[in-house]
Structure formats: C-alpha cells, structure tokens
C-alpha cells in the first residue's frame, strides 16, 4: 500500500515544471487534507500562494507539530505522499509541511543569493532575489505558520535543485532560522561556485553546532559533481560542528531520486534529533 501511494504521487507530481495546469492539479487534488491559503507579503510587495499539509492525528490532535519549509511549494504532492504514508506507518513523528509556490521568472529570482550573468544558462531575467525571500520566510512566513497552528521549535528546510542551493545557502548565511536542512542535488555550480567559495570561508568562523544537513545527487548534469565536492569540503571541516550526510542514487536522475532522497533526508534528520536529546 505504502509504494502505491508514493507512486501515485509520483505520478502527479512529475515532471517537475510550474504550468498551469499542474498548478490546477494541484489546487483540486493534491491537499485533500491540508489547505491552500494566499497571504500577502509586504517583504516581496506581492501575494504568495501556500500549499499546507497536516496530517490527520486521531491520538493528540492538539500537540505541537515540527514543520517542514519546502521550496518549489508548488510540488507539495510528492514529498505530503511521502511522508503521510510512513507518518501512518509510523516510520515518521507527525510534521506540517509547508510549501511556498515559486512560479515562472519568480523562482529564478527567489531561489538566487546572487545576481546571475546576463547571458545566464537559465534564460533568467531576474534574479539575486534569494535574500529577500528568506526574509519573507524569516519575517512573515513562519510567523504566520506559528499563529495559524501549534507548531514546535523544529524547523526543516527542504529545496531542490535550486531550492537546494537556497538551503545551503540560508544555512551558511543563516543558520540559526532553520535547526536541519535538506538539499536535493543543489545547483551549486551556479555563478562559478558562488555557494562553495562561501562555505569555505564561513566554515572557518562560523559555528553550526546543532545544525543537520543532508544533501544528494544522481546521475546527472556534469555540473553536478559539485555535491561531492561540497560533500568533501564538510568533511574537512568537521569543527564547524555541522553535522550531515551525503546520498549519492547512482541510478536516478535529477528528478527521480527525489523518490529515495525525500525519506532518506528526513530519516537522517530524526536520527539526528534523537541523538541530540540523549
């Protein structure tokens, strides 16, 4: 029952674009048991559409919740699948996902720390809007989350591709928003290594204890080996106090391991987690 829940979302959810139609399936589909809400933020001066999954708990309806952040909200159906099935299969503690959308020329500029060539290989005419999003999330979001359910101080950031590079960099710049981290073959070799050229700096005298990431690649794009570099530079700074892991799924791509990466992210975090309280 577990994987053909999971590959009925697989098939909604894939591939991964931002059409109008998806975002159609979504609204009618994908959120029967969760919400999709609009606020309006004075941050970005435009509306954000929000893609809210909480699970059904007959035992503690009431109890705080952790909350898992993901980019690209607009493809909530595959992860809520995931993790609804192994929350009722009690793999999984309860968590809210929370998904913001990142449509059209908006996710270049969002999911970018910095400003791209004009002649960038994305075809982006926008773009270094990456700080002020996490402002966004920092200053309106999770307020908003927090008044409008009872959540825990446990926060998960979860993004891919360049959502993935958006986590990586929001833990560097700003570690102390979000406690754990996932990054599904992040876009690190954007802007000739931007991010990697930051981490190497900012490991050296920043600290990041009690902080968990977890990141991944597939068989994919050339400009992907760039995870394991990554991967390489955290283990050679081991007293930054981060902790994390690096999947590598050997026969997936850049959109199929996100079946494995999803749980597997989420796995380790708990792992973490329960470390971390004993």
């Not at 109890?63 to 793999?91: C, F, K, Q, R, T």
Request: glycine content about 6%.
């Amino acid at each position: 029952m577990k994987i053909q829940l999971i590959i009925l979302f697989i098939i909604i959810s894939l591939p991964f674009s931002s059409s109008s139609l998806r975002a159609q399936q979504i609204d009618s589909k994908i959120l029967k048991s969760g919400k999709i809400k609009t606020i309006h933020s004075k941050v970005l001066n435009q509306k954000r559409k929000l893609f809210i999954y909480k699970p059904q708990i007959d035992i503690f309806p009431e109890e705080p919740l952790p909350v898992l952040y993901m980019m690209d909200g607009e493809n909530i159906g595959m992860v809520a699948g995931i993790v609804d099935s192994l929350i009722n299969s009690g793999d999984f503690p309860p968590m809210i996902i929370v998904g913001i959308a990142n449509y059209k020329d908006e996710r270049t500029n969002d999911l970018t720390p910095v400003p791209l060539a004009t002649n960038n290989s994305l075809g982006a005419t926008k773009s270094v809007g990456g700080k002020l999003f996490l402002k966004f999330i920092k200053d309106e979001l999770i307020p908003f989350i927090n008044k409008e359910y009872k959540t825990t101080n446990e926060k998960i950031l979860f993004g891919h591709s360049l959502g993935g590079l958006m986590s990586i960099y929001c833990l560097l710049m700003y570690p102390e928003l979000f406690n754990d981290y996932i990054a599904v073959s992040p876009s690190l070799w954007l802007e000739d290594e931007y991010i990697i050229k930051e981490a190497e700096a900012l490991f050296k005298i920043k600290n990041y204890i009690n902080k968990n990431i977890f990141i991944s690649d597939g068989t994919e794009d050339p400009n992907f080996k760039f995870v394991a570099k990554f991967d390489s530079l955290l283990q050679k700074n081991k007293q930054s106090g981060l902790e994390h892991k690096y999947a590598t799924y050997k026969n997936e791509t850049h959109d199929s391991q996100l079946i494995k990466a999803i749980p597997d992210g989420i796995r380790f975090i708990i792992e973490k987690r329960k470390v971390a309280k004993n």
